[in-house]
């Protein structure tokens, strides 16, 4: 079996479609696990819909606690074998679980490529990671410089999966995988469809820049626990690079001028580097 877990908080414009596309799947031995992380929208109307169409949809209710402790609850809840996260405003292909399902057997982790989307079209697919090496080493020092995997491309044996950090607000997913590849004999396959459909929108977190650098600071600190020191300093040269990558592709778009014309943009060269400093 395999366990969607589709954490949800003020998405509910959004979650008749995601459900949509996990109804769809030509794949039947799964089940659905909404959990509704104290959403003040009508997200328990739509998923009580949800599970009157079909008993393999399940309803949690929790307290808000953030997108990692709502995830941890669908891991702890989770009946099947495999796990697949999906985020409420997010979409999978109907064919994404009987494709993945090829490969149970001698892997721990099956990962499909994934096709960014808005409300209109679909868009150029971005950071692809199809043909990168992935490894430990290379989540550490390539992550959004030569790709990054959204959470939904993933379908991972629930077995060796690490749960969320809920300390972090944002870059939980980064930090997911860098826990989760530090594992010794991880046996992945990535298989060359676009079947994880990552939505576009204004409200997403990753439009906001305080919150997006705030958290990947709390994720240097935790990373630089584990690593020895060669691996720290090859690791603030590439985040470096990272930065500089990040403010050139920035200023060539309009929404950058918000993001430039804060105090904390002007400065968030320094900070990371001393805090990153103070680490090593």
């Given at each position: 079996?395999?366990?969607?877990?589709?954490?949800?908080?003020?998405?509910?414009?959004?979650?008749?479609?995601?459900?949509?596309?996990?109804?769809?799947?030509?794949?039947?031995?799964?089940?659905?696990?909404?959990?509704?992380?104290?959403?003040?929208?009508?997200?328990?109307?739509?998923?009580?819909?949800?599970?009157?169409?079909?008993?393999?949809?399940?309803?949690?209710?929790?307290?808000?606690?953030?997108?990692?402790?709502?995830?941890?609850?669908?891991?702890?809840?989770?009946?099947?074998?495999?796990?697949?996260?999906?985020?409420?405003?997010?979409?999978?292909?109907?064919?994404?679980?009987?494709?993945?399902?090829?490969?149970?057997?001698?892997?721990?982790?099956?990962?499909?490529?994934?096709?960014?989307?808005?409300?209109?079209?679909?868009?150029?697919?971005?950071?692809?990671?199809?043909?990168?090496?992935?490894?430990?080493?290379?989540?550490?020092?390539?992550?959004?410089?030569?790709?990054?995997?959204?959470?939904?491309?993933?379908?991972?044996?629930?077995?060796?999966?690490?749960?969320?950090?809920?300390?972090?607000?944002a870059k939980e997913d980064w930090f997911f995988w860098i826990?989760?590849?530090?594992?010794?004999?991880?046996?992945?396959?990535?298989?060359?469809?676009?079947?994880?459909?990552?939505?576009?929108?204004?409200?997403?977190?990753?439009?906001?820049?305080?919150?997006?650098?705030?958290?990947?600071?709390?994720?240097?600190?935790?990373?630089?626990?584990?690593?020895?020191?060669?691996?720290?300093?090859?690791?603030?040269?590439?985040?470096?690079?990272?930065?500089?990558?990040?403010?050139?592709?920035?200023?060539?778009?309009?929404?950058?001028?918000?993001?430039?014309?804060?105090?904390?943009?002007?400065?968030?060269?320094?900070?990371?580097?001393?805090?990153?400093?103070?680490?090593?």
């Open positions: 079996m395999i366990s969607v877990i589709v954490p949800c908080y003020l998405q509910a414009q959004f979650l008749d479609e995601c459900l949509q596309s996990v109804y769809e799947q030509t794949y039947p031995n799964w089940e659905c696990i909404i959990i509704n992380d104290g959403s003040p929208d009508n997200t328990e109307e739509i998923a009580k819909r949800w599970l009157e169409k079909d008993n393999r949809f399940r309803y949690i209710y929790k307290e808000n606690g953030g997108l990692s402790s709502a995830r941890n609850a669908g891991i702890s809840e989770a009946k099947g074998e495999w796990i697949q996260f999906l985020d409420s405003d997010d979409m999978i292909h109907k064919s994404k679980f009987i494709d993945s399902k090829l490969y149970f057997e001698n892997c721990d982790l099956i990962i499909t490529d994934f096709q960014l989307f808005n409300s209109v079209s679909i868009l150029q697919n971005h950071c692809s990671f199809i043909d990168k090496h992935i490894s430990y080493e290379s989540m550490l020092f390539d992550w959004d410089i030569e790709y990054s995997i959204p959470i939904h491309c993933g379908i991972f044996r629930k077995s060796r999966i690490p749960f969320f950090d809920v300390d972090l607000k826990n989760l590849f530090q594992q010794n004999s991880l046996k992945h396959i990535i298989i060359k469809k676009r079947h994880a459909l990552y939505r576009v929108h204004k409200n997403s977190m990753t439009k906001n820049y305080n919150i997006m650098i705030k958290n990947e600071i709390v994720v240097f600190s935790k990373i630089f626990k584990d690593i020895d020191e060669q691996l720290k300093m090859k690791f603030f040269l590439r985040l470096i690079e990272k930065k500089n990558n990040q403010i050139s592709e920035l200023m060539k778009v309009n929404e950058s001028l918000e993001f430039a014309n804060n105090k904390l943009y002007n400065n968030f060269i320094f900070k990371i580097y001393f805090a990153i400093k103070r680490l090593i």
